[in-house]
């Protein structure tokens, strides 16, 4: 293609731009392509969430995290779903308490979770577990606790968006010197 035209209109105005420079037309077409790939590599992005899948029976899962000990699980995507969370419950039995983590799709295929989580979920949000809402039981109680803000919902950056932005950078660099 060796040139573009663009119909502009506004304010009862109609204009009609043509662009010959074979120069131009192949950078505006290779912006074009640019922004197309952008998009795609941010819509990626941002549909992945990644938790920490463990329970405090093994190392590291307790209270506190330890992070150098748990690694983020990827959290597949489940259709009866809004929006995935990362899921922490918190569970005492008289003096013990054990604390699981997970994806929120991955807690719903076991039953006894369907049946205690709480149906309010959004981000930064604790509930107790519906057994124990209104009652009185001072020997069991379970909280469970949801996320979505970012991978693994602790301080740690994610470095699959840099790796987005630096190729995104270094393509319009090239582009900028064709």
Request: glycine letters at 6%; charged letters at 15%; proline letters at 2%.
């Amino acid at each position: 293609m060796t040139s573009l035209t663009f119909n502009i209109s506004g304010e009862g105005e109609s204009h009609r731009c043509e662009i010959r420079s074979p120069k131009i037309v192949t950078k505006m077409q290779n912006l074009l392509l640019l922004s197309a790939v952008i998009l795609a590599t941010n819509i990626g992005l941002g549909s992945a969430l990644y938790c920490y899948q463990c329970t405090s029976a093994q190392a590291g899962c307790g209270a506190p995290l330890d992070i150098r000990m748990q690694r983020w699980h990827w959290c597949p995507d489940d259709a009866n779903l809004i929006e995935n969370f990362c899921v922490k419950r918190i569970q005492t039995v008289g003096s013990r308490t054990t604390i699981d983590r997970g994806c929120l799709s991955e807690f719903l295929k076991n039953t006894w979770h369907r049946t205690q989580m709480p149906t309010v979920r959004r981000h930064g949000y604790c509930e107790n577990a519906r057994a124990t809402m209104g009652t009185l039981t001072f020997d069991k109680k379970s909280t469970y606790c949801f996320c979505n803000d970012w991978n693994g919902c602790n301080s740690s950056t994610n470095i699959q968006a840099k790796i987005g932005l630096i190729f995104s950078s270094v393509v319009i660099a090239v582009l900028r010197f064709l």
